[in-house]
T-cell receptor, first 113, second 110 residues
């Protein structure tokens, strides 16, 4: 069966510090991978999605970036965090053919202080 | 107009009652519709998917789709306190992307 791992679960970072969140998927090949952000009391905002190694699409211009160095690994990064980057970050995967059902990781609660 | 709209709630129902959650969408070409449940501090969990007009039942959950009215709903029968969560409606638009509503908070009172 497929599983998705996301870490860390919680993170407190000062403004201006770098960020690296990692997500890996097991039990499937060539998945679509996604990063979403959920601000407190709000819906899910799509940040990035990837259909293959090195293929990244950005949905929202911001100081975040994403990379997919391996088929089942997806990384979210920032060189300098802003207060507005605080939120609940979720990695997700879907089958390769499209945007069908998404399966989410456990999430990272990021607080930028 | 938002692509996917839900009442934010909170929707409060007594235990054992039917909870009705509603969602409208703007892209008439949408083909796939999903309901996710999200407990506080946790990630969303897929609970229902529906692709054709009509009703789809799974245990205590029934999803209803009306493409002509661009409307999808989720009914929860015999609501339990453990059903208290935020329910997210998600729709595939014609571009293929999955768009989420803001979510409806459901509270089931014992």
């Amino acid at each position: 069966s497929q599983t998705i791992h996301q870490w860390p679960a919680t993170l407190v970072q000062p403004v201006g510090s770098p960020l690296s969140l990692e997500c890996t998927v097991e039990g499937t090949s060539n998945p679509n991978l996604y990063w979403y952000r959920q601000a407190a009391g709000r819906g899910l905002q799509l940040l990035f999605y990837s259909v293959g190694i090195g293929q990244i699409s950005s949905e929202v211009p911001q100081n975040l970036s994403a990379s997919r160095p391996q088929d089942r690994q997806f990384i979210l990064s920032s060189k300098k965090l802003l207060l507005s980057d605080s939120g609940f970050y979720l990695c997700a995967w879907s089958v390769p053919r499209g945007w069908e059902k998404l399966f989410f990781g456990s999430g990272t609660q990021l607080s930028v202080l | 107009q938002k692509e996917v709209e839900q009442n934010s709630g909170p929707l409060s129902v007594p235990e054992g009652a039917i909870a009705s959650l509603n969602c409208t969408y703007s892209d008439r070409g949408s083909q796939s519709f999903f309901w996710y449940r999200q407990y506080s501090g946790k990630s969303p969990e897929l609970i229902m998917s529906i692709y054709s007009n009509g009703d789809k039942e799974d245990g205590r959950f029934t999803a209803q789709l009306n493409k002509a009215s661009q409307y999808v709903s989720l009914l929860i029968r015999d609501s339990q306190p453990s059903d208290s969560a935020t329910y997210l409606c998600a729709v595939n638009n014609q571009g293929g992307k999955l768009i989420f509503g803001q979510g409806t908070e459901l509270s089931v009172k014992p």
